[in-house]
Structures are given as structure tokens and as C-alpha cells.
């Protein structure tokens, strides 16, 4: 299938940097939708790890890579990206296409997001402060910079310092720390501009092209689908759209041109920062999940709370994102727990219970989750399931009604199950 999304069915972190990595194998070009640098992909190769957060991850398998209009650029981590990957050879040359619509992260957008989440305090959205959501905002409300204007030094200049004047109150006044100087900030962005320039392209043509010759094209989400600014739970989401109709946004193309959708969930579920969990684990089961994961966060280092799986969101995530088949990662996390519940449904405030989740947000945040419980395998997954982790493969699909068709049975890159012999139609 030329044309596929590869989205996140949770919270973020579900492990789609290995599965991207995987089906780069047979892509011809990988495209980020959304987001920043916020989004950390873990790729375990050899004895290398990979953190890559601002660059698609394809890069790693010699791959064409585009960063989509729908993205926010921090181009000092694009930069350092690029220049870490060619320290450990690997070549980028002529393999980055950044949208010249893309909106740049400054430097007042990392200020911001520290400042307004230290205001915040106790009520703090929690997020990575490295600028997204300021540089979002700015987006939204048309007084962002984008990549496109690093190519000519007479805009820049003038965007530079209608920002900084405005910024600078902000920072001074309400937020009582240091304004930025618009001429050092503005030779900072002639510097990054030299750089830039070169990998600044249509990505929608090029994705367009890459479509009629029939290239294979994949679009990686970062965050999850609970995380989307519209269908997430807000306000604890992020700020852009990481489900699916995202990637068609992102690149200018009609949405009839993507023709598969793999959700990528862990089996089980995490979540970073605040906000409702329904089916966060009680008790010592918790830390034990969390450890065996290493559940803490690639870009913040934060620890994440673990749940089990919960079907309920996931058949949210299958609806919103049209998700055509799943993988379902981390089932080697599960191998030591002799029962596993799995969320079947939500007892409402009222005492009704839903297997659709929740529509609006007192529901959610009050709801409790049913579970049912199956056996554990007590065994290592390896090369082959063992009968009850088949069974537990098996009670997903029925539940949602689409086909697990791989299975990670742990961090290497090797470490997939494939359960059909042709998972995608690749
Ligand atoms: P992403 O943002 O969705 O790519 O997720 P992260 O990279 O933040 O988190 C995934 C983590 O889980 C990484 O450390 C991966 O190496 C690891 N991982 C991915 N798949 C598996 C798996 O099947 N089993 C185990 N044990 N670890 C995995």
C-alpha cells in the first residue's frame, strides 16, 4: 500500500519509533505530521540507541525524511539531529525536505512555555516546555515565523522584531524575566538559515509525486490519539493533531490518498502528567509494569503511570484515527503477571457502563473502569506466542474488530512478531 499513517492509539509513547523503523524498510519516503520536538522516538539498533525528536526517524534506515507543514521547527535540535546523525554516519545529504510552512520554534516560545507553566503551579498542563505550544499559538493567532521566511533576510528581520517588541512585555511585565535583544536573536537566525535553506521544499509536491509514481509513503504521528488537540482529552492533550486525518493536513493532500492505518498501543497503557486515567493500576502491580517498561519519558525523563490495556479508548482510537490494523508493542512487559485484566468498559457517574468512550469530559473523568481478567503465559515471548498471549491477541482484535498484525516482544529492532505474512499489504 503506497500511502500509510502510522499514529499512536494512546497516550504517546507506545512505541511507534521501532515500527516506523521497521516498515521504513520498504518506504521510499517518511514524513513527520505534527508536533516538535516534544516527541522523543527510541530506536534501539545494535548497540546504538537513537533518541530522535525533531528529524522522521526513517533517516536512521537511509530514507528520504519530510517534516510537514503541521510541524513546529526548533531549528537548533534539527541542526544538532542532523549533525549527531552524520557524526555516526549516517548520511543525510539530500534526504531532508522541511516544509517551508512549518512554523519555527524562537526562543521566546521556550521562555514562554517554561514561564506560564511555572505560573501554573499546581494546575500545570505539564508539558515538555521545549516551545510547542507557544509556537502553536503564535501560529494560530498569525504572528508566527516560519521556515519558509529564514530565506529572506528582509522578512525575517521584520517578523523578528514586531515579535520580540510584543515578547518582551509579556516576559518582562507578566512573567518578570529577561527579554530577548531582536539583533542577536536575528543573527542567530542567519546562521540557521545557511543551514536550513538546502532542506527547505513543496513537501506537498513532493509527496503528490512520490504518490503517482507509486513510492511508497509513510506518514509517522508523534504523541498519541488521547493527546490530539480536537478528540483528545483536553486540556491535558497536546498542542497539534497526531491523529490520522493529521498527516493529510500536514502534507496538503486529499484525505482518499492515504490507504492504511496502523495504530501503534502498547499492551497495556501510560500516561505522562495529569489528568483522568481510568485504568491506572492500583497497588504493586503499578511499579512492577513501570519497571519492567523502563517507563520513563525519552525527551523529559519523566516517570509514567501504567494502566492495563483499555479497550474502551482504544476503540475511540480506532473510530477517530480509521485505524485498518494494529501493533500491539511491549507484550514481553506482561510476561511475568499470571493475570492480566483488560478494560471492557466505563461504569459511568450513573451507573450505566459504555463501551464507547465518553463524549464528555465529566464522564470520563469520573468514570471507573469493568475489567475482565485473562490468564497470563508466564513465559518469555520470543519467536512464537505462547497460547494465552495468542488468546490475548485475540480477545484486542475481537473486541475492536481489526487485526493485530504485529506484536513487540521487546526493545531491539529485531523484536517484532509478524502474525501475518503480509502485515501491511507492503
Ligand atoms: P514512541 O514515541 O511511540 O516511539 O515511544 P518511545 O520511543 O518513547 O517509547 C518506546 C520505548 O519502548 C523505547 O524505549 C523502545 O525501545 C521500547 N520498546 C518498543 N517496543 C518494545 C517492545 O515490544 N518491548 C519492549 N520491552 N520495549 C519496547
Redesign the pocket.
Known amino acids: 500500500m503506497p500511502a500509510t499513517v502510522i499514529v499512536?492509539a494512546q497516550w504517546?509513547?507506545?512505541?511507534?519509533?521501532?515500527?516506523?523503523d521497521l516498515l521504513a524498510q520498504d518506504s521510499d519516503l517518511v514524513c513527520r505530521y505534527q508536533g516538535g520536538p516534544n516527541?522523543?522516538?527510541?530506536?534501539?539498533v545494535g548497540e546504538e540507541?537513537y533518541?530522535i525528536r525533531q528529524i522522521p526517524?526513517g533517516i536512521i534506515r537511509g530514507k528520504a525524511c519530510a517534516i510537514g507543514a503541521g510541524c513546529v521547527v526548533d531549528p537548533d535540535v534539527l541542526i544538532a539531529e542532523i549533525d549527531d546523525l552524520e557524526a555516526r554516519g549516517h548520511r543525510t545529504e539530500g534526504l531532508v525536505f522541511v516544509s517551508g510552512n512549518a512554523h519555527l520554534i524562537m526562543p521566546w516560545h521556550v521562555a514562554l512555555d517554561g514561564a506560564r507553566e511555572r505560573r501554573l503551579g499546581r494546575l500545570q498542563i505539564g508539558t515538555t516546555r521545549r516551545g510547542i505550544g507557544p509556537a502553536y499559538a503564535d501560529k494560530a493567532t498569525r504572528i508566527g515565523i516560519r521556515v519558509q521566511d529564514l530565506l529572506d533576510p528582509k522578512i525575517l528581520r521584520e517578523k523578528i522584531e514586531l515579535a520580540v517588541a510584543e515578547k518582551n512585555v509579556w516576559l518582562e511585565r507578566v512573567y518578570e524575566i529577561e527579554p530577548f535583544d531582536a539583533q542577536e536573536v536575528l543573527a542567530a537566525s542567519l546562521v540557521h538559515a545557511a543551514r536550513i535553506a538546502p532542506w527547505v521544499a513543496d513537501t506537498s509536491l513532493l509527496v503528490d509525486r512520490a504518490l503517482r509514481d507509486g513510492r511508497r509513503v509513510l506518514f509517522e504521528g508523534?504523541?498519541?490519539t488521547l493527546l490530539d488537540l480536537d478528540h483528545g482529552t483536553y486540556p491535558f492533550v497536546t498542542s497539534s493533531s497526531p491523529i490520522a486525518a493529521g498527516a493529510a493536513v500536514s502534507f496538503g493532500i486529499g484525505p482518499r490518498r492515504i490507504d492504511e492505518v496502523l495504530g501503534?498501543a502498547?499492551?497495556y497503557v501510560t500516561r505522562v502528567g495529569e489528568g483522568p486515567f481510568p485504568s491506572e493500576i492500583v497497588g504493586p502491580d503499578h511499579d512492577r509494569v513501570q519497571s519492567?517498561?523502563?517507563e520513563f519519558?525519552?525527551?523529559t525523563g519523566r516517570e509514567r503511570r501504567c494502566g492495563w490495556l483499555d479497550l474502551v479508548a482504544l476503540r475511540f482510537a480506532v473510530r477517530v484515527n480509521g485505524i485498518t490494523s494494529l501493533a500491539l508493542?511491549?507484550?514481553?512487559?506482561l510476561s511475568d503477571f499470571s493475570e492480566l485484566p483488560v478494560c471492557v468498559r466505563y461504569r459511568l457517574p450513573d451507573d450505566t457502563e459504555t463501551e464507547d468512550f465518553p463524549a464528555h469530559q465529566s464522564d470520563f473523568h469520573h468514570c471507573r473502569p469493568v475489567f475482565e481478567v485473562l490468564p497470563g503465559w508466564g513465559a518469555h515471548v520470543e519467536d512464537e506466542l505462547p497460547d494465552a498471549a495468542r488468546a490475548y491477541v485475540a480477545f484486542v482484535e475481537q473486541a475492536l474488530d481489526v487485526p493485530v498484525t504485529l506484536?513487540?516482544?521487546?526493545?531491539?529492532r529485531e523484536?517484532?512478531l509478524a502474525l501475518q505474512d503480509d502485515p501491511l499489504g507492503l
Open positions: 499512536g504517546g509513547d507506545e512505541g511507534k519509533g521501532k515500527i516506523v516527541a522523543g522516538h527510541t530506536i534501539v540507541t533518541r526517524s508523534g504523541q498519541g501503534v502498547k499492551a519492567l517498561g523502563h519519558g525519552t525527551v508493542t511491549k507484550l514481553d512487559v506484536v513487540g516482544t521487546g526493545a531491539a523484536h517484532v
